[in-house]
């Protein structure tokens, strides 16, 4: 058993922090901060709320604004795909597919994020292949109504 602890402690080289604001925090469980692995990619989150709280994606995060490190992010929110289990779909810790029609269907714009990644020279990527890193901020920000 320390031999798969110790694996999985190598393979996480940190933490960055999740913030969950009005109806994200809500259908959280009321949860405003989570600790997540780092490093990541912002399809990664995605994908782990959706596998934490399903129906997330569908409900909150396609409308949601998203900020790293306190600077909106331009993402395509037809760039999520739901994560659903019954159609036998995983998902590595990159976010990326792993099997299933998925793959096939954001394969352009995963190939054009590994792309645009590469060209930015830091290697953060955009949009939903934007790189989170350990010590990184992120913000879920849903829309709000007032009346």
Known sequence: MSASVSASASASTGTFTLLLFASASTFAGDQETL?????TT???VFRTLESRFPGMTKQILRSSAVTVNLEYVDFDPDGLVEFEADQGVRWNEDGKS???????ANGGDMSRGQGESESKG??????????????????????????
Do not use: F, K, N, Y
Not at 122 to 147: H, K, T
């Open 35 to 39: 600790t997540l692995p780092a490093p």
């Open 122 to 147: 830091e290697g953060e990527g955009e949009g939903l292949d934007m790189l989170i890193r350990e010590g990184d901020e992120v913000g879920i920000i849903p829309p709000v109504s007032s009346g």
């Open 42 to 44: 912002l399809r990664g």
């Open 98 to 104: 792993v099997g299933g029609e998925e793959e096939q």
